[in-house]
């Protein structure tokens, strides 16, 4: 079993959508999760992160996690092409971070 | 404030050669972690320093290893190299003596090996 989990995708939605993007990990004691966005050809970028249960918002996105679940969600709210990206959930463990392998996002005009 | 700066952004090397890369973290960071980033594999763990001292090493064989100096800039080298060792490696430096998981990413080192 991975540690982290996300389907690859591609997940596509028209523009002004609510995309949702999913990811499961294995690690019970883990206390700290994050969503990362990387463009293509590009680095990946920190967007989100979370510690408590429940819902965390910024902007269009909104961030959910589920402990009891070991569920991490992200929403996007009003999607724009611009969001056309890999979104890589990613989970702290001992001195590092654990990503899943991303969730490819299309966003239609 | 610069980011993250990792230098050289593209190389190709042979099967057998080493070579080494290098980070220059954001002022005032002193995580300074390494990834490697495969299409199949996504983002692997390589290792993490903090003040000069790696403080975790992910599942990679002794081949690959790195260091980290005063200045907080490291460097990480690859012996040996093999084809399975080319890649997309990704240098992240984050503020704070503990380990955030607040990654700031360079723009990586492409990694071409024939």
């Known amino acids: 079993q991975k540690e982290v989990e996300q389907n690859s995708g591609p997940l596509s939605v028209p523009e002004g959508a609510i995309a949702s993007l999913n990811c499961t990990y294995s690690?019970?004691?883990?206390?700290?999760f994050f969503w990362y966005r990387q463009y293509s050809g590009k680095s990946p970028e920190l967007i989100m992160s979370?510690?408590?249960?429940g819902d965390k918002e910024d902007g269009r996105f909104t961030a959910q996690l589920n402990k009891a679940s070991q569920y991490v969600s992200l929403l996007i709210r009003d999607s724009q092409p611009s969001d056309s990206a890999t979104y890589l959930c990613?989970?702290?463990?001992?001195?590092?971070?654990?990503f899943g392998t991303g969730t490819r996002l299309l966003v239609s005009p | 404030k610069a980011g993250v700066t990792q230098t050289p952004r593209y190389l190709i090397k042979t099967r057998g050669q080493q070579v080494t890369l290098s980070c220059s973290p954001i002022?005032?960071?002193?995580?300074v972690s390494w990834y490697q980033q495969t299409p199949g594999q996504g983002l692997q763990f390589l290792f993490e320093?903090?003040?000069?001292?790696?403080?975790n090493k992910g599942n990679f064989p002794g081949r690959f290893s790195g260091r980290q100096f005063s200045n907080s800039r490291s460097e990480m080298n690859v012996s040996t190299l093999e084809l399975g060792d080319s890649a997309l490696y990704l240098c992240?430096?984050?503020f704070g003596q503990g380990f955030t998981g607040e990654l700031f990413f360079g723009e990586g080192s492409r990694l071409t090996v024939l």
């Open positions: 990613a989970v702290k463990g001992f001195q590092k971070l654990v």
């Open positions: 992240a430096s984050s």
């Open positions: 979370i510690y408590s249960n």
């Open positions: 002022s005032g960071h002193r995580s």
């Open positions: 690690d019970r004691v883990s206390q700290s």
């Open positions: 320093y903090f003040s000069e001292t790696q403080r």
